[in-house]
Every structure is written in C-alpha cells, then in structure tokens.
C-alpha cells in the first residue's frame, strides 16, 4: 500500500470550551466530515475532549491555557496525543509558563505545539529559545485578526518567527490552523473553520500514523495550496504542486536566518543543497493569495 495524503485540523474549539465555543463535538464534527477533512483534533481549554466518531478519525487534544494569564499574554500550548488532560499553571512569567505547559503535555504522552505567537503579544522567539520540548509552532492561526499572522508595529510575522526559531537551533515544525470557534456566521473577523489545516502522509489513518507522521515532519501545511508530492534526498528538495486554471505559484526555498535561498515559478519547484544552508524550507505561494509551507530539511547541526 502506498502512502497517500490526509487532510485535518490541530486547532478546534467546541461547547466544551464554555462561552466561545458554541457548536457540539457532534456539529464540529459534522461539518469537518462534511467539508473533506479525514481527521481532527479537538482542542478545548483546559479539558481532554475524547469523542468517538465514524466520520472522522479523532487525534485526543487539549489547549493548555488561559486567556490572559496574569502577567503573560495569551500563553496556549496545544497537546496532541495526551493519555489525560494537563493543567495549566501560571508562573507569572512567560519563558516558566510555556515550559511548564510542554512539560505537562509531554508528562502525559503528547506532543506540544505553541500557539498564535503574535496574538495579543503571545511570545516571540527569544522566548522559545529559552524553551524545550516543544515540536510545533503556529505560522499560519485563522482565528481571526487578533492572531496577527503577518505582524507589523513592530511584531515579525509568524513565517519570520519560525525561521527564527529554527535558525535558533530548534527543530520545530510549521502548522496551519483554524482555532475555530465560531461555525454559524462565517465573517473576516469571526474565528470560522476551513482556514488553515495540514495534510500528513501515511499509509493508514489511525490516530497512531497521524502523531508518527507529524512527529517525523512528514507533512505540509496550507491555506489553500494543495501539493501532490515532497520529496527531500540527500542531494535535494522537490515538490509537485496541483494544477489548477487561471492559477500561477511562486515558490521560495528559504534557509537559516531566513534567507531565501532561490525563487522559481511553475508547478515542480526543486532546489539543489549546497551544504551550508543549517536547513531548508519552502514556502508555496498561489495567486489567489493562498499559500503552503514545507517542512525544514536539516542539513547541519548547528548552534
């Protein structure tokens, strides 16, 4: 069996949530099943919603946080994969507060992801360099302006956080989310799903292949750009992207620093190593405004 591509989302809210989660598991559900997403997580606050469904294959999540921890900024780490619920604890300090948080999420057998970093002064990546544990970061949140993805006054957006990150000595992956809290009026300015999701590469869908496959980076973030192929050798990295009418992609191949690396239009963009570049990534940009990120190859270890 050949391993195929399988849409989901990491950042869902329900009535679980309490006062901005308006929809049931069963509705939230519905309407992924509905919409051509194969798997979710459910990522309420401060609670494990464990719901069983055939209509979707369900990752076990939770948000750990509060809404403006004292002190903090919204500090929120999703988990995926926990064995419980984690409590938050709020240590008045952004840096004590993350880490506390992915250390709860990995003394439960999850995977930890940090969320929206510039919603509201989140964090940035200084703070993270001071972190460890931590496997994911938001570069792309659709829960509305607040989460600020592009940055401005002052802020990096999400993209340039990452490659921060990253060229901090931290092997962390990019996703895309929705954070969606709103299901019933679909407006800019309104938290709605069917924003940002990934797609992981696997040859089953269970929950077991999807937490394997996002812990191995072996998928794509999007907003709407969909890829039909990502292959890293040792010598390269190549991408097939699907065609669609009337639509063009530029795809920038980016290194440590931020650097890009090399820029080709088409749909088989493909850049050749050279050794030196601490790591490799690509973002793919349509026309229509949407885009897709590609994990990092890591070329060196570095510091």
Known sequence: MRNRWYKGNLHTHTSLLGSTG???????????????????????????????????????????????????????????GIESSVEFVDLDEKVPTMQASID???????????NHPNDRDSFTHEHVLQTTGASFVEVFNGGGPSKNNEGGDGRPNTEEIWDSIL???????????????????????????????????????????????????????????????????????????QENPGESFDTRFIGRNGRVLAE????????????????????????????AWVQPVFLTSYE
Not at 179 to 184: R, S, V
């Open 167 to 241: 060229s901090g000595g931290q092997r962390i992956y990019g996703i895309a989310t929705d954070d969606a809290h709103t299901y019933d009026e679909f407006r800019p300015d309104r938290a709605n799903p069917g924003r940002g999701w990934v797609w992981i590469r696997a040859r089953t869908l269970v929950e077991e292949t999807i937490l394997e496959a996002l812990s191995l980076g072996e998928f794509y973030a999007s907003t709407g750009v969909e890829l039909t192929d990502v292959s890293a050798t040792p010598s390269d990295l190549s991408i097939k992207i």
């Open 104 to 114: 709860g999420v990995l003394a439960v057998g999850g995977m930890a992801s940090l």
């Open 22 to 80: 308006p929809e049931s598991p069963e509705n939230v559900v519905r309407w992924y099943g509905s919409h051509g997403y194969h798997w979710l997580a459910i990522t309420d606050h401060n609670v494990l919603t464990e719901y069983e469904t055939d209509e979707l294959v369900m990752v076990r999540g939770q948000e750990v946080g509060k809404h403006m921890p004292s002190g903090n900024g919204p500090i929120h780490v999703n988990g995926f």
């Open 264 to 291: 080709q239009v088409g749909l088989q963009p493909r850049y050749v190593f050279e050794g030196d570049e601490g790591y490799v990534r690509a973002t793919v940009l349509s026309s229509t405004g949407s885009k």
